[in-house]
């Protein structure tokens, strides 16, 4: 027998004795039972660690607090100006809760057992609450008018010694904290190792095992393949199937959008022609009324006046509404002054810098031409309502066959890739509209570097 076949001989002769699953079995749990143990020394460990790590960032944040109520306390003195306070009555009551944190993280982390740290640490806080009320001391003759006697109390080295003290204090803390955690990743490497080994001497014998059943691997080859290619003759079919419902759905998303343009425009007539000759009526009915009222006491005159000039303002939101509707200089003026005009209402509304790169002669149908411009209308929506930015660049330029018409902003930026769900309808609507349009929309951004979106639309009578 040669020397590769005897593993599969071996096998061979635990299966026809019926020891194959009960050595199956054995081997899963010599691995379950390596990886549980090595798993919880590891675990425990590395919680150890989480904690030295904690309470010395504990200790570094009260260094902080105590040196920020100092600064205030002084700015205080020096300028005598309120706002100073404020950070320093911030820091204090952080201080009183990072102690109670520190307690809690050093509990955790198992330095309450020493009794040297635990006596370290009650000087600590005792120190800390010492700095404490020596500043508020101070604070207190300060706004008692005893300017004196606070800078007295601020002269005397008992703030400083106390500082050093509370310095001092912290680092052997800490320095115990790095030397737990030094000792907690040695006693980590040493499970993992543990860990490696045990897997590593199961993973042999499981490649024994394994010998016996590649004979069969062969045989089931041959019906993977027949069984991957019925899957993928019904991939195909699905691709097939996949295409045509993305093409209806573009259609009933060209339609739909038809349809609300359709809605809109039907809306706004109706408001130009009956809300608008109401308004206008009402508005001439007060025009008439004046002259009428010359003798009525002044408080009529006062209501007339507020009378009309909540009409203007009904008018006013009419002829915006209507415009929001159905934008008027879009169909009056083409898409380029419509641009223009939607770029410099929102500059004038949102106090935002627009900057516009519009290139003349580029040919698009009325379908395109709205899709345009309600893309630019909803993407300086959501530019004043979340970017935060301060400038917005509008750009219309050739690429080829297409019109590339980019909005793109300064300001805090998203994550692109999880811009989904009911926060991100804008965005989707926006797309489906172009691609309706026979285009294609990208979404360029970063938190941090702002947006661009960008669209290619078809130019079907390119000049």
Known sequence: MRLRDRPVAVLTWLRDRGLVMPLAVLVAALMLFVSEGGYQRTRGSLDAAIEAAQARLTLHRLLGLVTQAESAKRGYLLSSR????????????????????????????????????????????????????????????????????????????????????????????????????????????????????????????????????????????????????????????LEIEVRRRTADLLDLSRHLQHA??????????????????????AKLDAARIRPKLADAPPEVH???????????????????????????????????????????EFAERAGVAVHMKLTPGIGLDAGAQLTAYRMVQEALTNIAKYAQAGAVEISLALD???????????????????????GAHGLTGMRYRVESEGGMFEIDAAPGRGTRLSAWLPRRDPA
């Open 82 to 237: 309120r706002e100073y306070l404020q950070p320093y009555i911030e820091a204090v009551r952080d201080i009183e809760s990072q102690i109670a944190v520190l307690q809690q993280r050093m509990g955790s982390s198992g330095m309450h057992g020493d009794p040297a740290l635990s006596a370290i640490e009650q000087e600590l806080i005792e120190r800390l609450r010492m700095k404490m009320d020596e500043m508020s001391e101070v604070l207190l003759r300060f706004d008692r008018q005893d300017v004196r006697g606070a800078m007295d109390l601020v002269l005397t080295d008992i703030g400083l010694r106390n500082m050093e003290q509370i310095r001092a204090l912290a680092d052997q803390l800490i320095e115990h904290s790095n030397q737990r955690i030094a000792a907690r990743t040695v006693e980590m490497y040493d499970a993992m190792l543990f860990l490696r080994l045990g897997i590593l001497a199961l993973v042999i014998a499981s490649l024994l095992a394994l010998a016996q059943y590649m004979r069969q691997s062969r045989a089931l080859a041959a019906q993977r393949a027949e069984q991957q290619r019925v899957v993928q003759a019904e991939r195909d079919l």
């Open 400 to 422: 080829g066959p297409m019109a590339l018409l980019t909005v793109q902003d300064d300001g805090i930026g998203f994550d692109a890739a999880q811009a989904r769900g009911r």
């Open 302 to 344: 006062e209501r007339l006046k507020h009378l009309t000039q909540t009409l203007n303002s009904g008018i006013a939101l009419k002829r915006r509404i209507i415009e929001d509707l159905r934008p008027s200089s879009l169909s009056n003026l083409g898409l380029l002054p419509a641009l223009e005009i939607l770029g410099s």
């Open 260 to 281: 609300r343009e359709d809605e809109r425009s039907r809306l706004a007539r109706e408001l130009h022609d009956e809300l608008g000759a109401l308004l206008t009526a």
